[in-house]
C-alpha cells in the first residue's frame, strides 16, 4: 500500500493511520518505509526497519520483513507530486488467514476475486437510494 500525503503531514501523522488496523488484529505489518522531502524538495527514503524512529510506531507489532525493493519505492516516487510525500507499507491482511485456513478444511477455493473502487460503490449506493 502506497500513501501519498501532503507536505505538512508528519511522518508520526502518517504512521497513526496504520496503528488501529494494526492494534486491532486486522492487519500484520510487514514492511514500512517513508519517502519523505528535505528542505530542497528532494525526496529521501527512510526504512523503519534499519534507521528511522517514528514514535507513533512505538509499542505497536510489527514483523519486519526486506520486502519492498528499491523499484518498488522507486515507483511510488516518481508517482508523488512536488507538493507531496508518503509511506509504503506491506501489510498482511491476519483476518484473511483465518478465512483461507478454512476455505482449504472445506476443500474450497476462491474461484473469483474484484477489487471494487469505492467510487463505484458510492455510486451504486446513491442510484439505489435515488431509486427509492
Known amino acids: 500500500m502506497a500513501l501519498a500525503f501532503p507536505l505538512s503531514v508528519t511522518p508520526d501523522r502518517m ?5 488501529r488496523p494494526v492494534d486491532g488484529g486486522n ?4 514492511d514500512l518505509a517513508f ?3 528535505d528542505d530542497g524538495g528532494e525526496l529521501e527514503v527512510r526504512d523503519v526497519e534499519h534507521d528511522f524512529f517514528v514514535p507513533a510506531l512505538a509499542g505497536m507489532a510489527f514483523d519486519p520483513h526486506t520486502l519492498l525493493s528499491e523499484e518498488d519505492i522507486e515507483a511510488f516516487a516518481t508517482s508523488l507530486a512536488p507538493d ?3 509511506l509504503v507499507a506491506v501489510v498482511e491482511h491476519a483476518w484473511a488467514a483465518d478465512v483461507a485456513h478454512s476455505l ?8 473469483f476475486y474484484a477489487r471494487v473502487p469505492a467510487e463505484a460503490v458510492e455510486a451504486a449506493f446513491a442510484a439505489e437510494i435515488a431509486a427509492g
Do not use: M, N, P, S
Not at 492487519?27 to 510487514?30: I, K
Not at 482449504?104 to 474461484?111: M, N, P
Open 27 to 30: 492487519v500484520r505489518l510487514v
Open 35 to 37: 519517502l519523505l522531502r
Open 15 to 19: 504512521a497513526a493511520i496504520l496503528r
Open 104 to 111: 482449504d478444511t472445506l476443500g474450497a477455493e476462491l474461484a
Open 84 to 86: 507531496q510525500q508518503g
